[in-house]
């Protein structure tokens, strides 16, 4: 074999490494962006949907924070579902394992928060009312 075709041999295995490392290092940099793209969402997404919920309950003394069976749980009451006065509904929302979750019930059903269904994949939320002025 010749040299002048060892030495291109040699720089055609550079090249092919050389590209080999980019694809690689710009996989890793996709896999980086996706992951902070995807925690960025569910952040948002949590944070508008319990901003949407609060909205919709937006009157004097409907909302409520309390602690329940040791969390932090988001209570919005809602006594207009029901046409006996004796009955009020009311969601609570929480995060459990990791999931934002949501629990719709008769405030006298005695349905516990393992009761809630799972609404979005969520770090954990911690819940606190403001003293009003």
Known sequence: ???????????FLVFVLCALFTVM???RVYEN??????????GD???????????????AGQI???????????????DSLSQDPDVSYETCIYSDGGWLKELFTSTDSGLTLA???DIME???ADFKSRPTP
């Open 64 to 78: 409520s924070v309390r602690e329940i069976e040791g969390r932090s749980v988001l209570c919005l009451r809602d």
């Open 115 to 117: 009761d809630g269904i």
């Open 33 to 42: 962006i996706q992951t902070g793209s995807d925690q960025i969402f569910y």
């Open 1 to 11: 074999m010749k040299r002048s075709s060892l030495f291109t041999l040699l720089l």
């Open 45 to 59: 997404t949590s944070i508008s949907y319990i901003e949407n919920k609060v909205r919709q309950a937006d009157r």
């Open 25 to 27: 290092t710009g996989s």
């Open 122 to 124: 969520c770090g954990e």
